[in-house]
């Protein structure tokens, strides 16, 4: 385990990549962590990070999490949550990382447009700008408009406007409308 103590959520989370990535399992890192990479740094104290993982997978991978040491629970949605499942885990200092399972409306080749930054000598896989963007407008709240915008206005590489707006469309119509005022 990297994590030696407590606010080292992100060093859990490096090992529970570890596992997803034997249990071949394709995950994003999003969240506060997506939004440092995508321009707007802020402070934190858990990872957050979408899986692309049936109900069973998930149950699997909470038990071979479990077997390693570390804290576990496995929530369901119900028919209106927008995330299927979430697997809280934990370790003995504390740190949290959820892990994600599935997002409605997401686009499932978001898993293939991450981007894949090192950290702490090790490789981790964050959700691509355009992906990043879509779900903070249709997260909708103050902090997650905020984010997008940021991720608009930082950006090293033009966005790829027809994408970023199908995307958002896949989430509703909500959230498209977000969209336009944040590029405005």
């Known amino acids: 385990m990297k994590a030696r103590g407590p606010g080292q959520s992100l060093l859990l989370m490096l090992d529970i990549a570890d596992v997803l990535e034997a249990e071949e399992v394709p995950y994003a ?106 779900m903070k407008c249709f997260a909708g709240g103050p902090q997650d408009v905020d984010d997008a915008r940021h991720a608009v206005q930082m950006g090293h590489e033009p966005l790829d406007l027809d994408l970023l707006r199908g995307l958002t469309r896949r989430f509703g119509r909500g959230a498209a409308d977000v969209l336009e005022q944040v590029l405005t």
């Not at 440092?36 to 740094?41: D, E, T």
């Not at 909470?62 to 995330?83: C, M, N, Q």
């Not at 499942?85 to 399972?101: K, P």
């Open 29 to 134: 890192v999003i969240g506060a962590t997506a939004a440092s990479i995508h321009g707007a740094i802020r402070a934190t104290t858990d990872a957050d990070v979408l899986l692309s993982a049936s109900l069973p997978r998930l149950g699997r991978l909470e038990k071979a999490l479990r077997k390693s040491g570390l804290g576990t629970e496995l929530r369901r949605g119900d028919a209106d949550d927008p995330i299927r499942a979430l697997l809280a885990i934990t370790d003995r200092h504390r740190n949290r990382v959820d892990l994600l399972g599935g997002l409605r409306g997401l686009d499932p080749d978001a898993f293939n447009r991450c981007v894949v930054v090192p950290f702490a000598g090790q490789k981790i896989r964050v959700i691509g700008r355009e992906d990043f963007i879509a």
